[in-house]
């Protein structure tokens, strides 16, 4: 009877904890916030970044590997350096990338029933792009629940934390940020979010990619709430 015990406690209702009863959209980061960022997923791509920089740049892995992080931390993904730098085709790169393999990735019922409950719309924000959202839904078995996955091309290759990502999804899903939240694994790319009035949430990683990336201050006030699990914080929020 434990883990129907277990299952009861997960959906109950709480009547203290952080107050979410304004929100009526909800706002989520695929990589490393709607899965685990230990599974080695991530690792896989970035693995496949180097390797695309190596061939498309003619360079050795190690130097590849560096030019990698200079043009993610200038540009806020390797993605927008290429580009903007060397002229890549973005359909190439993203294809490429993200061809990995996704056994390891379980569905995660525990979460997916702490995001059904959640009232209003539910959205996808990622820098990545959209088939690889896909993909990653289909497994971790939370297609189901949102109303829209909004990718890289959606923000018209203007990665968070520039504020014209922000600005553009808003505007076309006619949020009213006050009453939207935001979760992300970095901290910097919740900054524009709380700026423009929603609330936040920090999957708090020592992950070294949740450190990397373009400087921005991150101030205490940026941050509303901060969290190592996903779905406990889910479960102990008021809605
Ligand atoms: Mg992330």
Redesign the pocket.
């Known amino acids: 009877m434990e883990s129907a015990h277990i299952a009861e406690n997960a959906l109950s209702k709480p009547d203290s904890g952080p107050d979410f009863r304004h929100v009526r959209s909800w706002i989520f ?5 709607l899965y685990c960022a230990r599974n080695g997923i991530f690792a896989q791509i970035e693995s496949r970044m180097t390797d695309y920089v190596m061939a498309f740049l003619k360079l050795e892995r190690e130097a590849a590997y560096a030019r990698q992080k200079d043009l993610y931390r200038a540009y806020g993904t390797t993605l927008n350096g290429l580009m903007l730098e060397h002229g890549a085709a973005p359909d190439d790169y993203l294809h490429y990338v993200h061809d990995i393999d996704l056994s390891d990735l379980k569905p995660d019922a525990a979460l997916a029933a702490q995001i059904e409950k959640l009232p209003g719309r539910r959205f996808v924000f990622t820098n990545g792009c959209r088939d690889h959202a896909a993909r990653i839904l289909d497994r971790i078995g939370m297609t189901h629940l949102f109303d829209a996955v909004w990718d890289i091309r959606t923000i018209a290759f203007k990665p968070k934390p520039q504020v014209e990502a922000y600005e553009s999804v808003v505007t076309a899903a006619g949020l009213n940020p006050g009453q939207s939240a935001m979760f ?3 901290a910097r790319n919740l900054v524009p979010a709380r700026a423009m009035g929603m609330t936040t949430i920090w999957l708090q990683s020592d992950a070294p990619w949740a450190k990397q990336g373009p400087a921005m201050d991150v101030a205490a006030g940026d941050i509303d709430h901060r969290t190592e699990n996903l779905t406990e914080f889910l479960q102990s929020i008021r809605i």
């Open positions: 980061d695929l990589d490393n916030t992300d694994d970095i």
